[in-house]
């Protein structure tokens, strides 16, 4: 039955992985690449199961890659604008340098180009870089003239998943001790999640409100403010006086400064005071908005309302005009209670909303970056590359997802409908590329081969891990950045999963990782071909 039927095999290959895939073992879990193993194991063990389409593997890796590409480009416009341009210089030349580490080994080991493409693509964890080696070798493989990519990928791949797991553990270790000329941002050096507390001004003098926001170099957000017994919204034009009462919003750290400076923490807190002012959480499903700065909102003259914080996922933002709206975005509005049904209104809160993709921004999007991964680029002394379905759509999504909108077409996603897309193209790429190989790596596994394969994997594994932390010394980042920046360079979500856990969600490994991964994509998807 399975045999005749591969999309029921399929399907119950991406289960049992996606099960497989939640195991930890010392707090570590494979994630959507126990689908791989689970379908090596498939066609394993009967290779009459290994009929999955090609084509399977291409639209899963398309939407697989499409959609990070949607979500990592404002953040990666962002980074690279504040000075991420020695990291991504340096990042490259850390990649090439694993490249020449792999050629070197596969000359002393004889490895051959498909076992030294998987190689590559297995220890630097990279799906699309595995697809262009697969692609890029097409009938050489079946023919049996060179070794499958997937048996040195899936060989590799746990070791580079454990390596640079030590290395950002290793990057961590110094967190607590970061050197002077740090490389972070100081409004990111706490915690990404803001809270809130009510501060009783004993300063005088102060600034206007508008100039606090960045008070220090932090970034702070006011909702409420008490003058005079009178409370009302905390706008840009308010000057505190020694008595009045504020709330102040923003990373823990910063918030507790702030107020040891301007006066001490008042124990009646503002934001439990409703008779005056409500607080609601708004979602933003209204895709007109999609990319809109929330000052162009104008809800305080609208509305006599503001914002004083966005939850982005698992984040709570502190907001400020400059802030760029996400769908998905769901903001803390504080205002009149008659008036923040008026807000809803406009932002859209609709939850159906949010579990839609518009299908002809998405489509059109997805079709331009397959397009841009046909384009040929030649090469000096012959030949060309092409970034492929891996690497176009990436491209594309990076550049359409910081554009947000174009006239009537909304290429954002909303955040949930990404991260659902994003695992269930992941889920099914890698499923289908272990059902069609089981066979090929079951007789490789066990032979010389695999063993020198094997040691090559920890090698280059190891040299990357150091490379990458000498490189954040380097460069002078600091310990949580660069453990963002490790993640970035396997281009490995367990990493930056086991980074943002450790350091309880700071941003700064949130912003590494962004700024780090789409290039360190494209130039794997790079390197590989020219491996081959």
């Excluded at 100081?186 to 803001?194: E, I, K, L, Q, Y």
């Excluded at 403010?225 to 102040?248: F, N, S």
């Excluded at 807000?343 to 079709?367: C, H, I, K, P």
Aim: contains cysteine.
């Amino acid at each position: 039955m399975l045999i005749d039927n591969p999309l029921l095999l399929l399907f119950l290959v991406m289960g049992v992985g996606a099960a497989l895939g939640t195991v930890r073992i010392g707090g570590v879990a494979l994630g959507p690449a126990a689908a791989l193993f689970a379908g090596l194991a498939v066609s394993a063990a009967d290779d009459r199961l290994a009929n999955t389409p090609l084509i399977v593997t291409q639209v899963g890796l398309g939407l697989f890659i499409y959609t990070v590409g949607l979500a990592s480009g404002p953040s990666f416009l962002a980074e690279f604008r504040r000075g991420g341009t020695r990291v991504l210089l340096g990042v490259t030349a850390l990649l090439g340098m694993i490249a020449l580490t792999v050629l070197a080994l596969g000359r002393v080991l004889d490895l051959d180009v498909g076992a030294r493409s998987g190689l590559f693509a297995g220890a630097l964890t990279n799906t699309p870089a595995l697809s262009a080696a697969i692609g890029g070798l097409g009938s050489r493989i079946t023919d049996g003239s060179v070794t499958d990519p997937v048996v040195g990928y899936s060989l590799a791949y746990p070791f580079g998943v454990v390596t640079m797991l030590l290395a950002a553990h290793w990057s961590l270790r110094r967190s607590t001790h970061v050197p002077a000329g740090s490389s972070a941002p100081p409004a990111a050096a706490a915690g990404a999640n803001a809270t809130n507390a009510t501060l009783l001004v004993l300063r005088e003098g102060l600034p206007l409100m508008g100039e606090l926001q960045t008070w220090n170099g932090t970034k702070l957000a006011f909702g409420r403010v008490e003058q005079r017994g009178m409370v009302g919204i905390a706008t840009a034009d308010v000057q505190l006086q020694p008595g009045d009462r504020c709330t102040v919003i923003g990373a823990p750290d910063d918030v507790e400064q702030f107020i040891a400076w301007a006066g001490e923490r008042s124990p009646n807190h503002l934001a439990l005071d409703r008779a005056l002012l409500d607080f609601r959480r708004i979602s933003l499903s209204n895709r007109k908005l999609a990319g809109t700065h929330l000052r162009d909102l104008r809800l305080e003259t609208r509305f006599g309302a503001t914002v004083t914080r966005v939850r982005r996922g698992d984040a709570d933002l502190v907001a400020d005009g400059d802030f760029v709206l996400r769908l998905g975005d769901r903001l803390r509005v504080v205002g009149p209670a008659s008036r923040l049904g008026q807000v809803a209104t406009l932002l859209g809160d609709s939850d159906r909303s949010l579990g839609e993709v518009d299908a002809m921004g998405f489509s059109l999007g997805l079709a331009i970056g397959l397009l841009i991964g046909l384009i040929e680029v030649p090469l000096p002394g012959g030949g060309s590359i092409e970034l492929g379905v891996g690497g176009g759509p990436l491209i594309a999504g990076i550049v359409l997802g910081t554009l947000s909108r174009s006239g009537p077409i909304t290429w954002q996603v909303p955040h949930a409908a990404n991260l659902t897309l994003r695992q269930l193209g992941i889920l099914m790429f890698l499923g289908a590329v272990g059902i069609r190989s089981g066979a090929t790596f079951a007789d490789a596994v066990g032979t010389a081969l695999g063993g020198r394969l094997a040691l090559a994997a920890a090698i280059v594994t190891v040299v990357l891990a150091l490379a990458a932390l000498l490189l954040s010394r380097l460069l002078r980042t600091d310990p949580v950045t660069a453990a963002g920046h490790i993640a970035g360079i396997e281009t490995q979500p367990a990493v930056h999963a086991y980074a943002a856990e450790a350091t309880k969600g700071d941003q700064r490994v949130d912003a590494g990782y962004a700024l780090v991964l789409p290039v360190a994509m494209i130039v794997k998807l790079i390197l590989v071909q020219l491996l081959i």
